[in-house]
């Protein structure tokens, strides 16, 4: 069964500080992978996605992500904080349905909460 | 690209009430809708999924009696909590997927917050 692990509960860094958020996988074939941010009481936003081809990926709000299938990773990385960018990232693993029309669903890693100090 | 829309944002109930909330694709006829369950401070956790025209599978441990799901048209589904409880309070969200393009479902609704008094 897929998985996905976020080892980090909690990070907290320093605005203007470097950023990487750690995401592990276990899946048996190629997975789509996500990257997710929640504010609080609000819904999810797409930061950034992996399917296929270029294993660095550029996302929004200055964020990347490089899948590294030998480590079955794909960590999360910005290289200047914003306070604003406090909150909650989720990294998901999802997988095409037999019907490659009927979409998926994600698993998602329990998250890691990041606080951003001034 | 996909939009998918959620409605209400929150809502508040009384014990034993049913509470609906719809999803809806806005740009593209979604075959497959996936509805999900945030609890405070936790992750999200997969309910059910749902195809147009047919019943929808729940993940171990859902109550499709309690959680009844309707996807009766290729751009709405709806969730109803039937006989709501307080534990049933929390953040439900739903994803979309199908058309064309890459619409595969990691397009989310805004998500309802329900709460049950």
């Known amino acids: 069964a897929q998985s996905v692990t976020q080892p980090d509960i909690h990070i907290t860094v320093s605005e203007g500080a470097s950023l990487e958020l750690r995401c592990n996988y276990s899946?048996?074939?190629?997975?789509?992978l996500f990257w997710y941010v929640q504010s609080p009481g609000q819904g999810l936003q797409l930061l950034l996605k992996?399917?296929?081809?270029?294993?660095l990926v550029q996302g929004i709000k200055g964020f990347e992500a490089e899948f590294k299938r030998s480590q079955s990773s794909f960590n999360l990385r910005k290289p200047s904080v914003h306070w604003s960018d406090a909150a909650e990232y989720f990294c998901?693993?999802?997988?095409?349905?037999?019907?490659?029309?009927?979409?998926?669903?994600?698993?998602f890693g329990k998250g890691t909460s990041l606080l951003v100090t001034p | 690209g996909a939009v998918v829309s959620q409605h209400p944002s929150w809502v508040i109930c009384k014990s034993g009430t049913s509470v609906k909330i719809e999803c809806r694709s806005l740009d593209f006829q979604a075959t497959t809708m996936f509805w999900y369950r945030q609890f405070p401070k936790q992750s999200l956790m997969l309910m059910a999924t749902?195809?147009?025209?047919?019943?929808?599978?729940?993940e171990q441990g859902v109550e499709k009696d309690k959680f009844l799901i309707n996807h009766a048209s290729l751009t709405l589904s709806t969730l109803t909590v039937t006989s709501a409880h307080p534990e049933d309070s929390s953040f439900y969200i739903c994803s979309a997927g199908g058309g064309r393009g890459d619409n595969y479902g990691y397009t989310f609704g805004s998500g309802t917050r329900l709460t049950v008094v």
């Open positions: 899946y048996g074939a190629t997975p789509y």
């Open positions: 749902s195809n147009e025209g047919s019943k929808a599978t729940y």
């Open positions: 992996y399917f296929s081809g270029d294993t």
């Open positions: 998901a693993v999802g997988a095409r349905g037999i019907n490659s029309n009927s979409g998926y669903a994600l698993n």
